[in-house]
């Protein structure tokens, strides 16, 4: 049918047309059909097979619990495995390989040596496989293509055993690394620590009795100082006391001596002319002599170890003066013994003797007047000294006083100072123990790596001779290829149907159109169609001429014979 052009645009086809079309072009379409996919598969089994071998790789984890010793490499396994990748796949190690087992020879002819190295790293594949523990590799797969099979498991085999080296190194090195930057911490902090511990001391010397841990034993000091000065205070009393009532002794026995005196010149002045020359006797006859100083001494201790004990100061004191008094008493003695006697006609000199005109009774008083206004003289100046011994005792129990009582009032201030430098050494202190623990426990990390009984890779299936290529896949490419052919013959037919602008079939037309007539195809062959000669099969064909108009219900369908 032949559609002359008009105003209308023509609808989209219809499933009747396209089964004609296909149905009129079927011969095109099995040419080019058959054509084209005996060119796709015979292109397909020309492709050269390549071959892969890939091996499977266990992330096996530590041996040992973590309890027991932690592992100083935690970075994740992904992140492993990429700088593992990177440090393998680089063109060093790869060109070694290539080298190795005269891989991509071809190639190598025409391409640079980078293309290869590029080349390989697209042949090589790595894939994770998915464990037990989210988002935590429990194995990966090493992947190599090529074209002969026993190379390609070789080279599989060969890059899956440097990422089992690779990782065991690195996993060394960044134990060691570990251990080596603690034990620089570790020995920079024991520097810090030991000028900490510097500083403490020389403070400690420096304010010595000045701590702050020493309050107690400073208010101890200070309660004891006052018990003493407490002491001291009513010793001090006593002995103005004592010293008060000798001097009161004193001063009575003075006048009585000096009375004692006077009687005894008074009763010497009668007989003075008679005996100026004599030693004065007592009543039983018996010469009288001065008193030794050595016995006044010893009125004097005697007179002492009333009040003290016989290790007191003063008494120890006169009790030497006592020794040496005797001593030189002794050495007189002596001498005066050696000495030639002198003659009769000259007197020997009394030592100060008492008059011998006087009674003697009163020179007997005289005597013991004396002796006790000696002894109460001695027993003065002993209280004088204890007096001033007192004072001076009190003097230093006040300094000692005022001194603890000024570290008393310091100890604020060495507190904080105390304080700050407390803090620094313990800060330093747990630092130190901190590194030690931490430096012990890479060491352990360490040996554990070394003696591989951390997280390493195992092979755990190792790669084989592949006995079929990988690609290309034969079966679905030549599908493939036939498909495509067949819809290139279909889309051949089409656009020579589609050429000729011509309608399969007046249910193309759009609604609405008006059909005049419809004419038979007048050709050489009409006849034979009529009498079902030639393709039985073949559909009859018309030729309408058409107008299209506007529908109108007073038209009538006008049937048969031309408009």
Request: proline share 6%.
């Amino acid at each position: 049918m032949t559609w002359q052009k008009s105003s209308i645009v023509r609808p989209e086809l219809s499933p009747r047309s396209v089964i004609r079309m296909l149905w009129k072009h079927k011969a095109l379409i099995a040419i080019v059909w058959v054509l084209l996919s005996a060119v796709s598969i015979v292109g397909i089994y020309r492709l050269p097979a390549i071959y892969r071998a890939e091996t499977l790789i266990l992330v096996d984890s530590q041996k040992i619990p973590d309890r027991y010793v932690t592992s100083t490499v935690n970075n994740d396994v992904q992140d492993r495995l990429a700088t593992i990748s990177q440090q393998i796949l680089s063109s060093t190690r790869l060109q070694k390989i290539i080298e190795t087992y005269d891989l991509y020879r071809e190639e190598r002819k025409t391409l640079s040596q980078e293309e290869i190295i590029d080349l390989m790293r697209l042949d090589i594949k790595v894939t994770l496989e998915k464990g037990w523990t989210k988002d935590r590799p429990g194995a990966f797969r090493v992947a190599y293509q090529g074209p002969n099979p026993s190379i390609v498991a070789e080279v599989a085999n060969r890059i899956a055993n440097l990422y089992i080296e690779e990782n065991l190194r690195a996993r060394e090195v960044q134990a060691e690394g570990t251990t080596e930057f603690l034990e620089n911490q570790l020995e920079e902090a024991k520097k810090r620590l030991d000028e900490q511990e510097a500083k403490v001391s020389q403070f400690k010397l420096e304010h010595n009795g000045e701590l702050p841990q020493q309050e107690n034993s400073l208010n101890g000091a200070l309660t004891r100082l006052q018990i003493e000065l407490q002491g001291n205070q009513e010793a001090i009393s006593r002995a103005q006391q004592s010293k008060l009532l000798l001097e009161n002794s004193l001063g009575i026995a003075e006048p009585e001596l000096k009375t004692l005196q006077a009687a005894a010149v008074s009763a010497a002045e009668p007989a003075s002319g008679a005996g100026r020359g004599t030693a004065a006797t007592d009543d039983a006859g018996r010469t009288t002599t001065p008193q030794k100083r050595s016995d006044v001494l010893q009125a004097q201790v005697d007179a002492l170890l009333v009040r003290y004990k016989d290790d007191h100061p003063d008494v120890r004191r006169l009790q030497a003066e006592i020794a040496g008094a005797r001593r030189q008493e002794a050495e007189d003695a002596r001498l005066a013994a050696a000495a030639p006697k002198a003659p009769a006609s000259r007197p020997a000199p009394a030592a100060q003797p008492v008059p011998a005109a006087i009674p003697a009774q009163l020179a007997q008083d005289l005597v013991r007047q004396r002796e006790k206004v000696g002894n109460l003289r001695a027993q003065v100046a002993a209280a004088n000294r204890d007096l001033e011994t007192l004072k001076a005792e009190r003097t230093r129990i006040l300094g000692a006083t005022s001194s603890y009582q000024k570290r008393v009032e310091r100890l604020p201030i060495r507190e904080q100072q105390m304080a700050a430098l407390t803090r620094d050494y313990e800060i330093s202190k747990a630092n130190y123990r901190s590194l030690l623990d931490k430096k012990f426990n890479a060491e352990m990390a360490t040996s554990m790596e070394r003696r591989q009984k951390g997280e390493r890779f195992t092979v755990l299936d190792a790669a084989s001779v592949p006995e079929k290529p990988f690609k290309p896949q034969r079966g679905p490419l030549s599908a493939l290829g036939a498909t495509l052919s067949l819809v290139i013959g279909i889309c051949i037919a089409a656009g020579k149907e589609l050429k000729r602008n011509s309608l399969l079939g007046e249910w193309e037309l759009p609604a609405g159109v008006l059909v005049l007539g419809r004419v038979p195809l007048i050709g050489p062959d009409s006849d034979s169609r009529r009498t079902g000669g030639g393709n039985r099969f073949a559909l009859p064909r018309f030729r309408i001429k058409i107008r299209i108009t506007m529908p109108r219900p007073s038209i009538a369908r006008a049937t048969g014979g031309p408009v």
